[in-house]
């Protein structure tokens, strides 16, 4: 008997059984528009070999207006057909089924010819909308009707439509977007016709054993969004107009409430899909933040819906199904919700990937293979960098001894993982153990290595990481300046009134770990509180209308930086607003352009502008360095010394910009070659 036995239990839609409750839920990787269709196929078969009953795939445009960006891929020529059936086959013969989803983007369309109800442009895009009239509206249903067709010839099990996250059929939904006076806006009836129209004419279009997935908005977290007495009226419309399964869609994008970031606590949003269980006769499907067996099967259990969406779990691990089946969810590559390779590669225009798995979307290029001729491999540090190149090497056949003169491993990870809104870091640490535990690496702990000790081995790698940048700032080996390693790692006490030198990630995590007690993320009532949400039924769109209450800060903190330019403003794409959001709401004051003049035991002196002017104070009892990393590299000189040439990888290689991301890749792609 499994322990997941709502999340294993097959799904009977009538016409066909779904073997599991696992949907993954539609994700842009941009696979599609490299025109490699072996690539693309061979993206979804690996996951359709994990043992997921149900994908769906990336947003295909309807037609022009409707793409996503100008060129977004689409069902528009026989070719396009035929390219889209050796990805079908290739789910098919691998036990698979895939639907394709329809996704018009309405005003979010990053061009200028992009259509809307009302010519109202969006806040997160540059380019006003063209209102539609009658024969326009006509021609965006004939389009997405064809696409769904053109999908069935493509020999897909589905459609899935998308009418959530403030997309085209969304934004017909409410008054907010929509200032129509004729029959498609004005009072709700009107406003739902289209999604409800588009719907019926797919269903009449494709017939009935054919899969079609509603992506509905249950919460829009915009102003003026939907009440929750519309979303049952629109879900009982879309049954009956022929869906056969509704999926959840969580806030519009321009919705300045996070919904999958890794701050955002796991199933935060699956009391909102429970509310329209009972409601339709169709299965439900739930999603946002749900990244491990347990949870999805607790959410089932829970009665919160009859299927789980995971999308993003399955970058990090194509064979999530079949591990929590094999009783194995430990050996689960645990996606972090940090979307520092897969929506952030996205919005800047790069194939989408995954930090903890860097071969995600990358199947046919980044292969590890067997060795043929074993080697003795050190590798020195065991953080991200050095796990990753000791695990695959030793995938590989490799003899792998892994030093670290830590008592644990994880190296930079275990600073993260005390950030609050970073808690997922356990989990990658915990899996990295799982990880060596099962493999052959030889694992020395509390052993700091010398160039000497490294000679008799074939290959070295040094990942032995970074060292804080000194700021060389007058009055910094004073008792009231710390590093961030002391903040992170022990601790350490710093009063009321603290000032932080350096705002990029690390001085943005310090500030956060500063001025929180208890973390949100893991409770989350707390959660909802802060950012101001509560439930649709009470409040339009689930947003209260005083807006986000913050927990008082705990302690007061000025964040500063040299640059004049905003601080984040190269924190991640997607998540920089989020984290910049999070200490506005919790009083940091951000300084930018300033000189460290001094410290001492009045805080931190500063000057403004080249010509040093406006000499003054930061009132602190405690001044934290985040300035900046620097390689750590005298082992690999060392080596280089005696006459070895090492691997150096990670932070030890290049510390500017260094992030998990770049170390887990570079460790991946070394050991795959060695
Ligand atoms: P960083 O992002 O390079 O930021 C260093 C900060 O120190 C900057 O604000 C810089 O601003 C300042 N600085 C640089 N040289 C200085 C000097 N000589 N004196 C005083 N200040 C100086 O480095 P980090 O914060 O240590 O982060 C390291 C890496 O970890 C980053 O690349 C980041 O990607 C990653 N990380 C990411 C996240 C995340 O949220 N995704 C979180 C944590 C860490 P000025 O030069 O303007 O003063
Ligand atoms: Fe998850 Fe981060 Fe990987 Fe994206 S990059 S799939 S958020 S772990």
Redesign the pocket.
């Known amino acids: 008997m499994t322990k997941y036995s709502h999340l294993l239990a097959p799904l009977d839609l009538g016409f066909t059984t779904l073997k599991n409750r696992v949907l993954m839920g539609s994700m842009h990787t941009g696979l599609e528009e490299t025109k490699d269709w072996n690539r693309v196929a061979e993206f979804y078969a690996e996951r359709a070999r994990g043992g997921v009953a149900l994908m769906v795939t990336g947003g295909m445009a309807p037609n022009r207006e409707g793409g996503v960006f100008p060129g977004a891929a689409g069902l528009f020529t026989d070719q396009d057909i035929a390219n889209h059936r050796i990805v079908t086959s290739r789910v098919h013969e691998a036990d698979g089924k895939i639907a394709m989803q329809i996704l018009h983007a309405g005003r979010y369309a990053y061009s200028p010819e992009c259509v809307a109800p009302s010519a109202i442009k969006s806040p997160i895009s540059p380019f006003p909308p063209k209102e539609l009239d009658e024969d326009g509206i006509e021609k965006q249903i004939q389009d997405i009707v064809t696409a769904a067709v053109r999908a069935k010839e493509a020999n897909y099990d589905g459609v899935e439509i998308m009418g959530s996250e403030g997309y085209f059929l969304n934004q017909f939904l409410v008054t907010h977007t929509n200032k129509r006076e004729d029959r498609w806006g004005g009072s709700y009836e009107n406003r739902m016709r289209l999604p409800v129209e588009v719907v019926k004419r797919v269903r009449e279009a494709v017939g009935t054993n054919f899969i079609l997935i509603y992506r509905l908005s249950m919460i829009d977290l915009v102003p003026g969004g939907s009440t929750f007495d519309e979303v049952i009226t629109l879900a009982k419309k879309i049954e009956a107009a022929g869906a056969t399964l509704i999926n959840t869609g969580i806030g519009w994008h321009e919705a300045r409430i996070p919904t999958i970031a890794?701050s955002v606590p796991r199933r935060a949003f699956t009391w909102v899909t429970k509310k329209l269980m009972g409601h339709v006769s169709i299965p439900i499907i739930t999603s946002n933040r749900i990244n491990t067996p347990e949870v999805g099967n607790d959410v089932l259990a829970d009665g919160c819906a009859d299927m789980v969406s995971m999308a993003?779990?399955f970058?990090?691990d194509p064979h999530f199904v079949a591990k929590a089946a094999a009783d194995r969810a430990d050996t689960i590559a645990?996606?972090?919700?940090?979307?520092?390779?897969?929506?952030d590669h996205t919005f800047s225009g790069k194939i989408s990937?995954?930090?903890?798995?860097p071969k995600?979307c990358f199947e046919t290029e980044l292969t590890v293979t067997a060795t043929v001729s074993p080697k003795s491999i050190a590798v020195v540090g065991a953080g991200p960098a050095g796990l990753s190149a000791a695990l695959t090497a030793s995938d590989r056949g490799h003899q792998v001894t892994l030093f670290d003169r830590s008592d644990e491993i994880g190296g930079q990870l275990n600073m993260a993982k005390q950030v609050p809104g970073k808690e997922e870091f356990f989990g990658l640490v915990d899996w990295y153990r799982t990880m060596l535990a099962d493999s052959k690496v030889e694992l020395k702990l509390e052993t700091e290595v010398q160039a000497d000790d490294l000679k008799d081995f074939d290959e070295v790698v040094i990942a032995t990481g970074v060292l804080p940048r000194d700021p060389q700032i007058d009055g910094q080996d004073g008792d009231n300046v710390f590093s961030y390693m002391d903040i992170l790692r022990t601790k350490k006490d710093v009063g009321k009134h603290v000032a932080i030198v350096g705002a990029g990630g690390i001085g943005f995590d310090v500030a956060e770990f500063l001025v929180t007690d208890d973390s949100p993320t893991e409770d989350l009532d707390a959660w909802l509180e802060e950012w101001g949400v509560t439930d649709p039924s009470v409040e339009r769109g689930g947003l209260v209308p005083e807006g986000p209450k913050p927990d008082a800060p705990v302690r007061s903190v000025t964040l500063l930086q040299r640059k004049s330019e905003k601080l984040g403003k190269r924190l991640g794409k997607t998540t920089g607003w989020i984290h910049r959001a999070s200490l506005a709401m919790k009083d940091v004051k951000m300084v930018g352009g300033v000189n460290y003049e001094r410290i001492d035991e009045d805080g931190l002196h500063v000057s403004y502008g080249e010509g040093r002017e406006n000499p003054s104070v930061i009132k602190a009892d405690a001044v934290v360095l985040c300035a900046g990393q620097v390689p750590e590299r005298s082992l690999a000189d060392g080596l280089v010394e005696i006459g070895i040439a090492p691997h150096v990888i990670g932070g030890a290689d290049v510390a500017a910009e260094l992030d998990a991301?770049r170390a887990i890749d570079q460790g991946t792609r070394l050991a795959a070659k060695l």
């Not at 645990?334 to 929506?343: D, F, G, H, K, S």
């Not at 990937?353 to 798995?357: A, E, F, G, K, P």
């Open positions: 890794t993003r779990p970058l990090a645990p996606c972090i919700a940090c979307n520092q390779a897969c929506l990937s995954c930090l903890v798995n995600a991301k």
